[in-house]
Nanobody, 128 residues
Framework: QLQLVESGGGLVQPGGSLRLSCAAS????????IGWFRQAPGKEREGVSC????????VYADSVKGRFTISRDNAKNTVYLQMNSLRPEDTAVYYC?????????????????????WGQGTQVTVSS
């Protein structure tokens, strides 16, 4: 069974940090670009960050630049999202997604079926 499983979410105070993990099972992530997306209540799903499969190129949403870092460990078949200086507006369900691609790029869009596999999501709540 091919699946992605996110973990690492939770409740954190403003200014705190969390590291999300996206682990793949049933397939290897080597040739997949990975995107992190989030959806807050009443809002559309938005791209947070992504990393390419080939050269590790990364993209960040303006709202998280300088605070979030995406990385991948193909040996562990896992992609991470390190989130620092968290703000209440970062509160959302965070999803990872995988797109089969050999390109030196990744996509921050999802609505047209750009990604092949999705995780179930992990809740991140930033509150004092």
């Amino acid at each position: 069974q091919l699946q992605l499983v996110e973990s690492g979410g939770g409740l954190v105070q403003p200014g705190g940090s969390l590291r999300l993990s996206c682990a793949a099972s049933g397939f290897t992530l080597d040739h997949y670009a990975i995107g992190w997306f989030r959806q807050a209540p009443g809002k559309e799903r938005e791209g947070v960050s992504c990393i390419s499969s080939s050269d590790g190129s990364t993209v960040y949403a303006d709202s998280v630049k300088g605070r979030f870092t995406i990385s991948r460990d193909n040996a562990k078949n896992t992609v991470y999202l390190q989130m620092n200086s968290l703000r209440p507006e970062d509160t959302a369900v965070y999803y990872c997604a995988a797109r089969f691609s050999f390109q030196n790029m990744c996509l921050m869009t999802w609505a047209k079926g750009e990604y092949d596999y999705w995780g179930q999501g992990t809740q991140v709540t930033v509150s004092s």
